[in-house]
């Protein structure tokens, strides 16, 4: 999951890289702000991965356009196989655990229900590994 948050420092350290990202209004992208990824709120990681998601063409354009070493190497680990699968397995796997989260951390927290939640939950990623996202999303 690291690999995202030094892209949000390659933007965060410069006012005018984040100007040239407006390649996202030509690309038909959304406006998106790279967030950082913080360790010790790993929910923030959906945020983080969503805007990567979101704006990979935007980015990879950005990057590959760009001349100096660090937006090179960027430009080339957005393009890696490895890179854009771990995103995407990211986006089929953290809604669910966010919502079995956001399910612990509610103030009205009915325990009982507990075990139903990491049930559901469960069944979700099973579903995920044996059929793919569309049919976890189904059920929603």
Known sequence: MKPHSPVFFYFKRSFCRVEKLAVQELL?????????VHQVRWLAIYRAVDTIYCSQDALSTFFHNERDATAQGYAKKLSQKEFVHATY??????PLITKLSLFFQR??????LSPVQVNLCMKDLQR???YGAGHVYARA
């Open 107 to 112: 103030k009205d927290l009915d325990l009982p």
């Open 89 to 94: 397995l990211l986006m089929d796997l953290l």
């Open 28 to 36: 038909d992208s959304p406006q998106l702000r790279i967030h950082e």
């Open 128 to 130: 995920l590994n044996y």
